[in-house]
């Protein structure tokens, strides 16, 4: 390896160590049905987001909140929308360049490559893909959009004042990802990643519950991924 290659290997853990916060996956016992319908949903929420790469306050309110049982992961979002932009159309569709919707990207070991995006927009329409590496130093930008999650449910629920929206993620479907390191949580486990909103209203706005310090534009940042920790 070279010196410049050791180097930016060294600049990336240590943004990861100083820049990443905790976003805490509570652990339910809670039979979940992915409908939209959040109230069902007993685990505590986190937000609002904020303006991902200044971490100001965002035109509309968006929560989160993550849980998980011994076969899946589970996030629900609140996302306010007073004009909500999109429609129903096929699966992975690149709905994130048009419509409003949530994300959430999750890299088990933290090292930037072989991690996962899903996003689903109000209509329910979703995506799967695959980040295999963005970075020069292994190869440069490539993804799969042709990656598929096993078994992943997504649905969002319209109402008058915003959307809601559940995932359903089942871990033996990731623990197939080539080179991506995952293997089922138990209570302590950390992984890498964050949880994301385009709002595409009035004005567009690119959201986060964690913000990227660094002040860079762009979600695929893996070096200011916060840290997901499996707790009770």
């Known amino acids: 390896m070279k010196i410049s290659e050791i180097a930016a290997v060294l600049f990336l ?3 990861i160590t100083t820049n990443s916060q905790n976003i805490p996956i509570h652990k339910t016992t809670e039979k979940l049905i992915i409908d939209g319908d959040l ?3 007993k685990t505590p929420f986190s937000g609002p987001f904020v303006i991902h790469n200044s971490g100001q306050k965002a035109t509309q309110n968006t929560m989160v909140s993550l849980s998980w049982n011994d ?3 589970y996030i ?3 996302s306010v929308d007073s004009k909500i932009v999109g429609s129903s159309q096929k699966k992975d569709s690149q709905i994130f360049n048009s ?3 949530v994300e959430i990207f999750i890299d088990a070991d933290g090292d930037g490559q072989n991690y996962v995006e899903i996003g689903v927009n109000a209509f329910s329409s979703n995506y799967d893909m695959l980040l295999k590496c963005i970075s020069p130093l292994c190869g440069g930008w490539n993804t799969s959009m042709a990656f598929d999650i096993t078994g992943l449910e997504a649905q969002s629920k319209i109402t008058p004042e915003d959307f809601n929206t559940e995932i359903k ?3 033996s479907s990731l623990e197939t990802i080539k080179n991506g390191n995952f293997a089922k949580p138990k209570i302590g486990t950390k992984w890498r990643g964050n949880t994301f909103r385009i709002d595409y209203g009035n004005t567009t706005e690119y959201l986060a519950l964690q913000y990227y310090k ?3 534009f762009g979600f695929h940042q893996p070096q200011e991924f916060a840290v997901f920790e499996f707790v009770e």
């Open 39 to 41: 109230s069902d949903w």
């Open 13 to 15: 853990t240590f943004s």
């Open 214 to 216: 660094s002040l860079n």
């Open 99 to 101: 419509d409003d919707l």
């Open 76 to 78: 629900a979002y609140k």
């Open 169 to 171: 993620i089942p871990f």
């Open 71 to 73: 076969e899946n992961l």
